[in-house]
């Protein structure tokens, strides 16, 4: 077959017919000339030789006001000469620019331009062209800096909140925080305190909790008491929290919109108010124990004497069982009518005294935080501690459940116990002298243990010394009518705890007391009186 006759054209290195190539180049010279973005062809020294019906648009010159000038013409001579010199530096060693520049609309507005600059290469790989592609952003910037200035505002009125505050998202991860909050954090020791603070609202308002989440509402004042121990005294706060939606602004979200729940909580730290009604709640307490005291000593005594006498009319009733027995003569039945006689004014007596001895009030059971509690009567008994060089260790655990009880007899009984063991301790020959209090709580149960560098309790009296009258302190002084333990168990059992004298702790005396968190707690009809 001869060349010639071919009608075809000939074919391109490329193995492509010409004819298709003029029709892409057409093509591709059309979508070019129609692509929504402003496109411009340079020579090598950025002089324009094409640009597209964007440019025009975007810059407001038509193509015979640019062609032939330099892209210069679209500086508004504000952008830093180091930005066009990495630009050139950039697209001279034939790489990619892209960046932000300040251009000048035909009109005269500025506006900010995302240009984007590619070197076009012959097949010698030498720059001949480039190509400029760019979008006025300048509203998109403006929105941009609009958000993040609302950003910082937003951020600057949270950081003057005089109040610990915090946004917090459906896992409980801090979204936003203050500066108050970071105070908080460090002065807790905690590095995430909302976390404690929201598994305690979270426990104290139970399905109310759920319930408001649910119904974006919230609350507000409720009071956490937060115990740190040692030397530091408790602290207050005032929480109050705010549910709310805020739409997912994520690329995600994108098509299928989705909505997430945060909780705005505040923490005002209420310590002072509530260091000042402690103040007075424990000059109140301090006149009431004392009278208290009086009373617990008015039938301690009369119990004692019920206890004394209740043993001679038992022995008078022996004997009168006895002589019975053998025979009754004259002269018995004299004696056994004398001894009947002694025995009916004994009785009559124990009745009297019996009808003399104060009833111990029953207080209203509430729920008692027994942190509180224990601190109070550290507090009270500060005078008689301090007097008998006695260093207290106090370690509550910082939140405890509460229990429901009556404050003032748990008050007393942990009174009673901590009084022992400073007795114990200032019994001469002790030097070390140390009070540890601890508390803590499990899923069921709330624990307290209290011990002393004491001499102890013999193992064989660790039962014995909760009977009623017995004590280890034979001084001789009659102080001690033995019935302060028997008291304390009384009020445990009543709370349906627990008490026992730790048998492993070997320093001196461990008190070991554990009450059921979810106690169902009886109040006796009439207060026992340890007769
Ligand atoms: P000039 O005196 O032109 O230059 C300032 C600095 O730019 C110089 O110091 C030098 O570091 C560098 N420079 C300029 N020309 C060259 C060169 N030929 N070779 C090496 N370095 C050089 N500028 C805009 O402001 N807006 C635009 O939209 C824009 N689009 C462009 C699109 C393309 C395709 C190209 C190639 C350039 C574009 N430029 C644009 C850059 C523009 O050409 C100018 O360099 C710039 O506007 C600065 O102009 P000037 O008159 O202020 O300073």
Redesign the pocket.
């Known amino acids: 077959m001869s060349k010639q006759s071919s009608n075809n054209p000939p074919p391109e290195p490329s193995g492509k017919p010409v004819l298709a190539d003029n029709r892409m180049l057409a093509l591709f010279a059309e979508t070019v000339e129609q692509a929504p973005v402003a496109i ?1 062809i ?1 020579d090598d ?2 002089n324009i030789l094409y640009v597209n019906q964007a440019f025009t648009r975007v810059t407001g010159y038509a193509p015979e006001e640019s062609i032939g000038r ?3 013409m ?2 508004d ?1 504000n ?1 830093p ?1 180091a930005v ?2 990495e ?2 530096n950039r ?2 060693s034939q790489q990619i620019w892209q960046g932000y ?1 300040l ?1 000048r609309h035909k009109d005269g507005r500025r506006y900010l ?1 995302d ?1 984007t ?1 590619a070197p076009i290469l012959n097949d010698r790989h030498e720059t001949t062209h ?3 592609m ?1 979008r006025d952003i300048t509203e998109m910037y403006r929105l941009e800096q609009r958000v993040n200035q609302q950003k910082v505002l937003i951020e600057t009125v949270v950081d003057s909140i005089p109040v610990a505050t915090v946004l917090l998202d459906e896992s409980d991860r801090v979204v936003l925080d203050n500066k108050m909050y970071k105070t908080l954090s460090s002065d807790l020791g905690l590095s995430d305190p909302a976390r404690t603070f929201i598994d305690i609202l979270r426990e104290d308002m139970a399905e109310e909790w759920e319930r408001m989440k649910k119904k974006k509402s919230g609350f507000h004042n409720r009071e956490v008491r937060f115990d740190r121990g040692g030397h530091h005294a408790p602290r207050w706060y005032a929480c109050a929290g705010s549910w709310f939606c805020q739409e997912d602004d994520r690329v995600e979200a994108f098509f299928h919109e989705n909505s997430h729940t945060y909780l705005l909580l505040t923490l005002t730290d209420i310590t002072q108010q509530k260091k000042h009604a402690e103040e007075i709640r424990i000059n109140a307490l301090k006149a009431l124990m004392a009278e208290e005291e009086k009373t617990q000593r008015l039938r301690e005594t009369l119990s004692g004497a019920i206890h004394h006498i209740q043993g001679p009319i038992n022995l008078l009733k022996a004997a009168k069982t006895m002589l019975t027995r053998r025979g009754l003569d004259d002269r018995n039945i004299a004696l056994v009518d004398i001894l009947d006689q002694i025995r009916l004014a004994g009785e009559q007596s124990v009745a009297h005294m019996k009808r003399c001895i104060p009833e111990s009030n029953t207080s209203a059971m509430t729920p008692v935080n027994l942190n509180q509690l224990l601190h109070e009567t550290i507090v009270l008994l500060t005078e008689r501690l301090l007097a008998s060089g006695i260093v207290v260790e106090w370690k509550p655990t910082p939140v405890l459940p509460a229990l429901m009880g009556q404050e003032s007899h748990l008050r007393t009984m942990f009174k009673q116990i901590i009084e022992n063991a400073i007795e114990a301790m200032n019994q001469s020959g002790i030097v070390t002298r140390e009070l540890r209090i601890s508390t803590w709580s499990d899923k069921h149960l709330l624990h307290v243990s209290i011990e002393d560098t004491g001499p102890g309790i013999p193992d064989e009296l660790r039962i014995k010394v909760f009977e009623p009258f017995f004590s280890t302190k034979n001084d001789g002084h009659g102080g001690h009518s033995g019935t302060g333990l028997t008291m304390a168990q009384e009020v445990i059992n009543q709370h349906l705890g627990l008490i026992r004298i730790d048998p492993s702790y070997r320093d001196g005396c461990r008190v070991r007391i554990q009450f059921n968190i979810h106690n169902m707690m009886f109040v006796p009809e009439k207060a026992s009186d340890h007769g």
């Open positions: 411009s340079t020294k950025a330099n892209e210069s679209l500086s001579k952008t000469k066009y010199d630009l050139w697209i001279k520049l251009n331009a240009l600059i480039y190509i400029g760019h």
